[in-house]
């Protein structure tokens, strides 16, 4: 709230007869002087000393009209000076205020602009995180199914391990027993041939015996056919399923291999994401405080700019007043001016003889006539934020 207080103390004269006030700026020996003149008129007692006396008094007063009117013209010429030099519609014109006021205008627009395109860029960013993170998750669920299946092929494995083992034991175990009836099967031999060799030769005729040599190298055979067999399918069920579960456990490392590299590129696309995201954060941030300087300082120098046009309106209503009473001044110097010419006219006349009525003389302004009066004008605006929103002006007239 600005409060702005002028103040001018006026001297006001009463004319008894006119019934009316008149501001004047004038000397109170003026006043005096007419008064003597009045007084000199009612008691002039001879005719040429009155004669004399209002030569005097006409010459005193000529000059005094001439020196008024120098100071007229010295008045008026200080007001087309001032009025040359202190134009309102100059002090009006902010034209250049309006321009650097757009240009900043636009400005905070642009930085506006710029922040929302950050905004939408974030946005956008964690839309992708998220789209990114949605696959992370599926790949991890994809990766976690790949290791469970893993770790069951690996217990497939070790299944085919314990059963090759099996099988190793069972043919070694085999091995053991072809040996065990080779082994029977020499003693067996060798004691038939100890045995029929100490026995006498009888030649019968009779029907040719059975040939246990024959008959023991075909079970021979065929135990070593059979345990052949069996051990050939054995080695190739073995690797057979060596084979496949080897097929297995290779595209489940291909598979394996690929998920991790696929992991390792989510997580440093995610990695990377993070980083611009938080880039774009700081980005935002470092715009926003800028956003908040420039706001700042634009609001500072907009205030300075409506305190400026303040200063320059409260200029403006001291010069209005300024001139109001300059104006008021010179009414009154052409009110004296107009006065001295009827006195002039009326002096000329007595001096031409003419009869004229010493009532209708220049009228008297009595010393306890003048009063002093004071005007006090206050301008009061309200200003909200650099801005002026309400203004009144306030006039107090005191009598001193």
């Not at 008129?41 to 000059?63: F, H, P, V, W």
């Not at 009117?69 to 010295?74: A, D, L, T, V, W």
Request: proline share 1%; with cysteine.
């Amino acid at each position: 709230m600005h409060q702005i207080t002028t103040g001018e103390i006026t001297p006001i004269g009463h004319h008894e007869s006119g019934g009316h006030g008149t501001r004047i700026s004038t000397s109170r020996h003026m006043v005096n002087y007419g008064s003597d003149l009045a007084a000199g008129i009612l008691c002039a007692g001879n005719e040429k000393m009155t004669m004399q006396s209002l030569n005097d008094r006409l010459a005193s007063y000529l000059e005094k009209v001439r020196s008024l009117e120098q100071s007229n013209s010295k008045l008026e010429l200080q007001i087309k000076h001032w009025y040359e030099a202190n134009t309102p519609g100059t002090s009006r014109d902010h034209s250049a205020y309006w321009k650097q006021i757009q240009e900043l205008q636009n400005q905070i627009k642009d930085a506006q602009l710029q922040n929302a395109r950050c905004v939408l860029q974030i946005d956008n960013a964690k839309l992708a995180v998220e789209d990114f993170r949605l696959k992370f998750e599926a790949e991890r669920r994809l990766r976690l199914a790949v290791e469970a299946d893993l770790q069951g092929l690996h217990k497939v494995f070790d299944e085919l391990n314990l059963r090759k083992t099996d099988l190793e034991i069972q043919i070694e175990e085999l091995n053991k027993d072809r040996h065990l009836l080779q082994k029977e099967h020499e003693e067996e031999v060798k004691s038939l041939r100890a045995h029929l060799g100490k026995n006498v030769n009888v030649e019968v005729d009779a029907a040719p015996g059975l040939n246990l040599g024959a008959i023991m190298n075909e079970m021979r055979q065929k135990h070593e056919a059979m345990a052949q067999e069996n051990l050939q399918k054995a080695k190739e069920q073995y690797e057979l399923q060596s084979e496949t579960l080897q097929q297995q456990v290779t595209l489940s490392t291909e598979e394996l291999k690929g998920a991790k590299d696929e992991a390792k590129q989510l997580r440093n696309s995610c990695q990377s994401l993070d980083i611009e995201l938080q880039s774009q954060h700081n980005m935002k941030d470092a715009l926003e405080h800028t956003l908040e300087e420039t706001t700042a300082r634009y609001s500072s120098l907009l205030a300075n700019i409506q305190r400026q046009l303040n200063f320059l309106e409260d200029q403006l209503v001291q010069i209005q007043m300024d001139t109001e009473r300059q104006s008021n001044e010179y009414n009154i110097l052409l009110n004296i001016k107009t006065r001295l010419e009827q006195e002039i006219a009326t002096y000329r006349r007595l001096l031409e003889g003419e009869d004229v009525n010493t009532d209708y003389l220049l009228s008297t302004l009595e010393e306890g006539d003048i009063k002093k009066t004071r005007k006090i004008k206050t301008v009061v605006q309200e200003v909200v934020d650099g801005k002026v929103v309400s203004s009144e002006v306030r006039e107090v007239e005191e009598v001193m």
